[in-house]
């Protein structure tokens, strides 16, 4: 399995190749969107340790778009802790979405409150 690493502020991320496979779905501008959304999240995600989580976010434009995120986020015996994977990527309707903003798992419930979600494609161009 090939994945390519980033990372932010000290804390690891990468990427699966299903996850790169599925995000081909999506256009450069949504995919770019999609991607700073979740680097911007990287640092607040819970830890859960041998088990899978998922997020939901929304690429706002005309017609929104909706997605969810599977991810790995383990915590680390070691100094430094372990890159969070991102692992794959779907397409969701609005109810769903919905319920994961009732559940607390949207991208944007994990940011503090005075951080903003990372759209640079998305405050000049619409949709």
């Known amino acids: 399995m090939d ?9 690891g991320y990468g990427f699966d190749e299903f996850f790169w496979m599925a995000l081909e779905d999506y256009t450069i501008k949504e995919s770019h969107i999609i991607l700073n959304q979740l680097s911007s999240v990287v640092p607040h995600l819970p830890i859960l340790d041998g088990w899978s989580q998922e997020i939901a ?4 434009g005309e017609i929104p778009k909706f997605f969810a ?10 100094v430094a ?4 994977f991102f692992v794959d990527i779907k397409s969701i309707e609005c109810e769903e979405y919905l319920e994961y903003i009732s559940h607390k798992l949207s991208i944007k419930s994990y940011l503090p ?9 998305q405050d000049r161009d619409r949709i």
């Open 113 to 121: 409150k005075n951080e903003s979600l990372r759209n640079s494609f």
């Open 3 to 11: 994945l390519e690493l980033r990372y932010i502020e000290g804390k």
């Open 69 to 78: 995120v599977e991810y790995y986020n383990e915590e680390s015996d070691e």
């Open 81 to 84: 802790d372990e890159p969070t």
């Open 57 to 60: 976010g929304v690429i706002h």
